[in-house]
């Protein structure tokens, strides 16, 4: 009987959820008000150089083991806070170009169009690369985010950080 | 006739009543073309509501006959409402290739997760009611419904996550077997632990419940069918048009680099 309780109080909770989820998506897309205000500063170079394996390279040979797990524990920290910056910019670009999508204008729509596709693809990079950063974090003398990361996703990176090239360099990274 | 029974009577009634209307609006809108399988479900919804309510109040059925062609009815129905919950994500993903791999990748391997789960959870809460025949039908019935939920949930966070936009009539189906889903579900567990031999009160709220939310769930369809689609919104002025031109330009350079 226990668990025909549990069930029927999660039920409710997924009920009230679905209907709450469904009422916040179908509200959109709506073009945010000024998109440019709302994008965060990314900064690639910074960004490169925390992933940069050559860099973590050098900072093993100069460190102490546990100086060096330490230092670049927080730089893959920081790596993921850039990365989530990068996703956040996508969706808001996402929602720009949604509502651009069908704009009566065919050069608008069509770039619109391309937006949203690349837009989407930088966001599913960043859902990929995040659980591998903190993989990376977890071993960081294995080299992980230097070789892996950097070597298999340098070209994901870039698109990620991409989103931040275009927009103005203000706001908080 | 006891008032549940007859609310339980009236509802299921009105619920076969309202998904052949929903079928014939669906029909004379063309949404067989769009929504073949949502359509086709709408239609087995209200035969085997016609067949169940007449083997019902047919003398010459028997009570066995009867439980047998509404097990069946049960068993189609849940294999429909997957088609429907993948047809749903399907016309999700249709408006974004980008994410017609990886979407599709997931759906399946949520799809793997949810059986999983519910093997997991039928082992270790085995059907318990007084009738094993009908408990176990609801034990099964509770772990279809746990998947259906689960999957409508994920379609949800999925175009949640990367902002993708529904189309009116998509939404609405969604919506509707999400509604379902979870009534169903909490009246099924409920059933596959507590299910009498007899009939009883609990029974015949819980049936009730169900045709209830059917109606509901016909409801919500048939007024997003006959909904017009939601006009688009036009970005805002303040956004120059050159920028999103800027903006791909800069992806498609990377994306390609």
Redesign the interface.
Known sequence: ?N??IT??VL??I??I???R??A???G????????AEQIRFVDIEAFRNLIDPAEAKYLRTQLPGQEFRKIQRKRLHAAVEYVRCVGQNA?L?????????????P??AQ??E???????????YA?ELIPRLYVAMLLPTHGLPTTRVADGYE?MT??I???G??VPLRGNA | MHFLELVWHTLWFLAVGLHGLLTFVAMRRGFQRLFPVFVCYTTWITLEGIILIYMYYAPSVSGNEYAVASITTLAICAAARFAVVYEIFKHLLDRYPALSGSGTFLFRLVTVALLGAVIVLAKFSPPAGSDPLMATVFALQTAVNIVLVGLLLFVFVFSGFFRLSWRSHVFGIALGLGIFGTVSLSTSAIRAQLQPIVPNQMTKLTEAINQGTYVVCALIWLVYLLATERPPQSPKPRLPKHDLGAWNQELQRFLHR
Request: hydrophobic residues 55%; glycine residues 0%; aromatic residues 2%.
């Open positions: 009987m668990i025909a069930l029927v039920s409710a997924v009920l959820l679905l209907i989820l469904a916040r998506q179908y959109s897309p709506k073009a945010p008000d000024d998109p969706a670009l996402l929602k720009v170009a949604e509502a651009a999508r069908h704009s009566s204008e050069a608008t770039a619109a391309k937006l949203v596709d690349n837009a989407i693809r930088v966001r599913l859902l070209q870039r698109q950080i991409l989103l090239v275009k």
